[in-house]
């Protein structure tokens, strides 16, 4: 169930969410859209598949407003429509992915994006900091200077059992299968993912917030080429409290 106001146009938006996967990569990246570009909270989304929370606003101690397991948020100035998922996933997955993609469907949103990350030890060459990326964007498929300016690489796998090629992205959640879900009802997506280890995954975060914004121009960017970053006020509490003094 996704409640939304029907009088929120998002034809034409970009939708972006995370898979929840190793290192949280995807959900610290949509923290950082959510409080860099000021993105306001619109609706949420209950489905089974992810176990219920609810909690304070992450973005705002003096606000009133909760968050649940699965929030969307929304920026007018840059045709942007975010779902920030807060919780693992359980059970079936085609429930979610059907309401996901009537919601698409039915708001004429014009793409997905979806965040996350795989296994540091899958990556072959460990000196290759390249993003990887999977797309059914034509106009991104198309534009071979824009992806030659991002330095992205295509994912392939190869088979362990046979000498063929796949785009399964291990530890990356349900990337996967909703990128061959959203293929398959011929909706443009496009998979954007770093190798990482579990820990702290802030840097991780931040490379692939620089690289995005370099292909949707969302944040400003000096003559540098820098964007000035701010952490979400929860980030304050990423490990948890200092252990206690009268430990030691």
């Known amino acids: 169930m996704i409640k939304l106001p029907e009088t929120i146009d998002l034809e034409n938006y970009t939708l972006i969410l995370p898979s929840v996967a190793v290192g949280n990569v995807g959900q610290l990246c949509v923290d950082l859209l959510i409080s860099n570009l000021n993105l306001s909270k619109v609706g949420s989304m209950w489905n089974s598949m992810f176990i219920p929370i609810c909690g304070l606003d992450p973005y705002n101690e003096n606000s009133t407003s909760l968050c649940t397991n699965a929030d969307f948020y929304l920026g007018a100035t840059f045709k942007l429509i975010v779902l920030q998922l807060r919780s693992p996933y359980i059970g079936n997955s085609t429930d979610f992915f059907n309401k996901l993609t009537q919601f698409v ?139 206690a003094s009268e430990i030691y």
């Open 105 to 243: 469907q039915q708001r004429k949103i014009k793409k997905i994006i979806i965040l996350t990350s795989s296994y540091d030890y899958e990556c072959a060459d460990k000196s290759d900091t390249s993003l990887r990326y999977l797309t059914s964007d034509d106009l991104l498929l198309n534009d071979e200077k824009l992806l030659e300016e991002l330095h992205w690489k295509k994912h392939t796998r190869k088979s362990l059992i046979e000498s063929t090629e796949n785009h399964y992205i291990p530890g990356g959640g349900f990337a996967n299968n909703l990128y061959d879900y959203l293929l398959s009802m011929k909706i443009p997506t496009t998979v954007l993912f770093c190798y990482c280890s579990e820990g702290d995954n802030i840097s991780d975060a931040l490379r692939i917030i620089i690289s995005l914004n370099k292909w949707l121009n969302l944040l400003e960017t000096s003559a540098k080429g820098n964007i000035n970053i701010k952490f979400p006020l929860s980030w304050e509490y990423l490990f948890g409290n200092p252990p």
